[in-house]
């Protein structure tokens, strides 16, 4: 059995609890523009209903030390616009943890702007939408033994994909449903068609997961999908408290872009073989992400 680690710095929110999927995903960037003179890097991944936080940081130039603190807590002045309702909110205070917390919860189907600027740094600006939830419809699972032992599960994943371009994150966990808490990250493969290369896995080499699985409804536009998706048996269940809980998260095409080319990045850095990756940004004059994602969850 092959598990692809977790990325260090991809709290994903996406496993979003805490991030890859929580309301904000952080990125360092290395700078290598012409000079030497740093940006402001925002990074803000807001997931529908949740409160919305944004960390500002300055890029690092290539030859920087790694000991410098690049967070900027002072002196930042973020401004986010609801662009739905014509809301302006201004935050210039970080919170304990360094991110700017603003007092309001991101809304499916409204569009927000944001500015950061400094006295140091040339402002930044962006703009996202926030989508609604692709609800899942079912879930269906069964065991089986692989070829070289261990138990492992299969769950057929069905929704309804509405028409038009989306990007999808799924997550598996492990969620007691009597205290609520989420405990575990279930590793996950799929060798569907529509996995995005780097979370595809060949069964006919052996079982192999991922922390999460990334892919587009390209070959399944506007019909009803079913994803047949493996896992290895989580032997606390059938604890009657135990459950699966499948997370399919529906993003924003430059989300879905930053949190995929973020992860082939770190994988490159370690590979010494690999071609370097560009970090997506959809930052204007600096760097990072302001973005969302609308999860919807089935337990089982």
């Not at 014509?86 to 360094?98: E, F, I, K, L, S």
């Not at 996950?188 to 780097?198: A, P, Y």
């Not at 604890?239 to 989300?255: I, Q, S, V, W």
């Not at 071609?275 to 600096?286: A, L, S």
């Amino acid at each position: 059995m092959k598990i692809q680690r977790p990325m260090n710095k991809i709290a994903f929110l996406i496993v979003v609890a805490s991030l890859l999927i929580a309301g904000s995903c952080t990125k360092e960037i290395e700078y290598k523009g012409d000079n030497e003179d740093p940006v402001l890097v925002l990074n803000c991944i807001a997931e529908k209903d949740s409160v919305i936080e944004v960390e500002l940081s300055k890029s690092r130039f290539f030859l920087a030390s790694n000991n410098e603190d690049y967070s900027i807590t002072s002196n930042a002045i973020i401004t986010l616009v609801n662009i739905t309702s014509g809301q302006t909110y201004v935050q210039t205070t970080p919170d304990a943890n360094g991110k700017y917390v603003f007092p309001i919860t991101a809304l499916g189907g409204n569009s927000y702007s944001i500015s950061a600027s400094h006295p140091d740094f040339e402002t930044v600006t962006s703009t996202m939408s926030v989508l609604y939830e692709t609800p899942i419809l079912s879930v269906d699972t069964s065991s089986y033994s692989s070829p070289e032992g261990g138990t492992f599960m299969k769950a057929n994943v069905t929704w309804n994909d509405p028409a038009g371009t989306d990007f999808y994150i799924l997550k598996l966990s492990i969620i007691n449903t009597v205290s609520g808490l989420e405990y575990l990250n279930q590793p996950v493969g799929s060798n569907d068609q529509s996995m995005d290369e780097l979370s595809a896995s060949d069964f006919d080499e052996g079982e192999s997961f991922y922390s999460q699985l990334f892919f587009t409804d390209e070959l399944f536009d506007g019909s009803q999908k079913t994803l047949e998706i493996r896992f290895p048996k989580n032997f606390n269940i059938p604890d009657p408290d135990d459950h699966y809980k499948f997370t399919l998260y529906r993003c924003t095409e430059a989300t879905y872009k930053y949190l995929v080319s973020t992860r082939k990045a770190e994988y490159a850095a370690n590979d010494f073989f690999s071609e370097p990756v560009k970090v997506f940004t959809n930052i204007e004059n600096g760097y990072g992400i302001f973005g969302a994602l609308s999860g919807a969850v089935f337990v089982k």
